[in-house]
């Protein structure tokens, strides 16, 4: 990596690149959301499309209380991955069990969720506060570039290739599962498998874009560029190149932003991604009749 | 077909099928009619096997045959930027809906949109269809690859009495010319009367065959 540092600084002391890229946790973070972008733009349009956005929350809610009990269980401050992946998997699929056990509409199942989530999360990060940084937690919440590293890149790298692998594979399906489960079905897919693996791989994008963006704010990632696509898109082909071109250009202005004032990078990336939003209602056309 | 003995299912605690047997033959146009919450739509989802069920369902289809199936509704949001096209692209290839599609492929599709006059519509955002025009939009998906077995869940609710007529020819040229076995969900007796081999009522339980159905069709 210390070689791609070295690139980086020399094209920001000639000129090339701002500035600001002579400092490697820049370059680390430019890297970062260039892998995030088009990972949470791709993913977002099924998010979307399958209406999970309030899961999507609740994973990353889920993700501060993970954080807690990965420092609980004894792993090293910024490195909780056991905690974070377990919690967040064993919610996910939980979540998902029970909304296709009851009669609840999976709305409510999720908000349940999140509440015994986030009341056992503040209980943790109670506990948490009495041994370790503070600021440990935060980072998980706001997300941060000062404390990303090269292991966390390598983290989203296999996340964005695994799920590259998904989408080239099982995108039609994901989406034709949450048309209609029955058609799928009859197209021989079995759509509760589909939606157990597509629980467990939008988990797993959650939890590694977290460093970046955080626990709070991941949501903005993965649901605003997608749906401000939707306000520009005539079909899904335009839906899904729009949303990660929207996604990189939210995480690379976010960062850019963040590297030059002095505010989370999460926060940053947020503001952006909903300006672009506020931006494609130009281009939002009329619909002349409800959901149907 | 089909070969359903001893089919319940539960809703929750709510018994919406009890003891159900049904035999759709090879070729014939099954009819299952019934008031609402009869199960109706419940038999076809133990069917298609999205929902658990007890008893035993047998479908007698090869490794290549298909299913076509047209749902009731589909769950979307108006918002979602879904064309026709999409849809069928969806419904029945492989290849990643966010990748360009081929020539040949809209070709494909453009003629399966034919066979229930829908061609005009391919660009159209699903969204944006009126009831009639989702319908023939579902029916013209249902139809490729050809199937063995054609499903359909009131294929004519929402539909003006042109397109319903449209629907029944349509239903009766597979039938006769292509052998295609049809299991038809409809509220419309009359439909049902005009188009079926035999009609089965179902109200929870089975509570009658139509026999007399079978002898005006042949």
Redesign the interface.
């Given at each position: 990596m210390d070689a791609v540092f070295e690139a980086f600084a020399g094209w920001a002391r000639a000129g090339i690149l701002p500035a600001v890229f002579v400092h490697p946790f820049m370059v680390r973070g430019l890297l970062g959301a260039l892998l995030l972008g088009p990972l949470f733009g791709g993913i977002g349009t099924v998010v979307?499309?399958r209406?999970l956005s309030f899961f999507v929350q609740a994973i990353g809610n889920a993700a501060m209380t993970g954080t807690a009990l990965g420092l609980l269980l004894g792993e090293p401050p910024g490195s909780t991955w056991a905690g974070v992946y377990g919690f967040c998997l064993a919610s996910a699929l939980l979540v998902t069990f029970v909304k296709h056990r009851?009669?609840i509409p999976s709305d409510t199942v999720t908000g349940i969720f999140l509440a015994q989530t986030l009341g056992l999360g503040v209980l943790m990060v109670a506990l948490v506060s009495k041994r370790f940084d503070i600021h440990q937690v935060e980072g998980a919440l706001f997300g941060s570039l000062l404390t990303l590293r090269d292991a966390d890149l390598l983290v989203l790298l296999v996340t964005t290739v695994v799920a590259a692998a998904a989408?080239?594979f099982l995108?039609?399906e994901f989406?034709?599962a949450?048309?209609?489960?029955?058609?799928a079905?009859?197209?021989g897919k079995r759509?509760?498998v589909l939606e157990y693996l597509f629980v467990t791989l939008a988990t797993a994008v959650v939890v590694a874009g977290l460093k970046l963006v955080g626990a709070l704010l991941v949501l903005v990632m993965i649901v605003v560029p997608a749906a401000a696509a939707?306000n520009a898109?005539?079909?899904?082909?335009?839906?899904?190149?729009a949303s990660i071109a929207l996604s990189t250009l939210a995480a690379v202005g976010g960062l850019l932003l963040s590297g030059y004032l002095p505010v989370p990078t999460g926060g940053a990336i947020a503001l952006v991604s909903t300006a672009l939003f506020y931006l494609t209602l130009a281009f939002a056309r009329k619909?002349?009749?409800?959901?149907? | 077909m089909i070969s359903v003995r001893g089919l319940s299912a539960r809703?929750?605690r709510d018994v919406v099928l009890q003891d159900v047997d049904l035999d759709v033959l090879p070729g014939e146009i099954h009819g299952l009619a019934g008031p609402n919450g009869a199960g109706k739509t419940t038999l076809?989802?133990c069917l298609?096997?999205?929902l658990p069920f007890t008893g035993t369902i047998r479908l007698a289809l090869g490794p290549l045959d298909a299913?076509?199936?047209v749902?009731q509704?589909?769950?979307?949001?108006?918002?979602?930027?879904?064309?026709v096209?999409?849809?069928f692209?969806?419904?029945?290839?492989?290849?990643?809906?966010?990748?360009?599609?081929s020539r040949a492929a809209s070709a494909r599709i453009g003629s399966a949109l034919g066979e229930t006059g829908a061609s005009s519509l391919i660009?159209r955002?699903l969204?944006?269809l009126s009831g009639g025009e989702?319908r023939r939009v579902l029916l013209a998906q249902a139809l490729v690859p050809e199937p063995r077995l054609l499903?359909l869940?009131e294929p004519a609710s929402h539909v003006d009495e042109d397109g319903s007529r449209a629907i029944e020819t349509l239903l009766l040229r597979l039938s006769r010319e292509r052998g295609v076995t049809v299991l038809l969900v409809e509220h419309d007796r009359a439909l049902l009367g005009r188009v079926c081999t035999r009609v089965t009522y179902l109200n929870r339980r089975i509570v009658a065959a139509d026999e007399a159905v079978a002898e005006r069709a042949s």
């Open positions: 979307v499309a209406r009851g009669r989408g080239a995108y039609n989406l034709l949450s048309l209609s489960p029955e058609l079905a009859a197209r759509p509760i939707q898109a005539r079909n899904l082909r335009q839906f899904f190149f619909h002349p009749e409800a959901s149907r | 809703r929750g076809l989802r298609l096997g999205t299913i076509g199936y749902p509704a589909l769950a979307f949001d108006a918002s979602l930027p879904l064309s096209a999409d849809f692209s969806l419904s029945v290839s492989r290849k990643p809906v966010f990748r360009r599609r660009n955002r969204s944006e989702l499903v869940d």
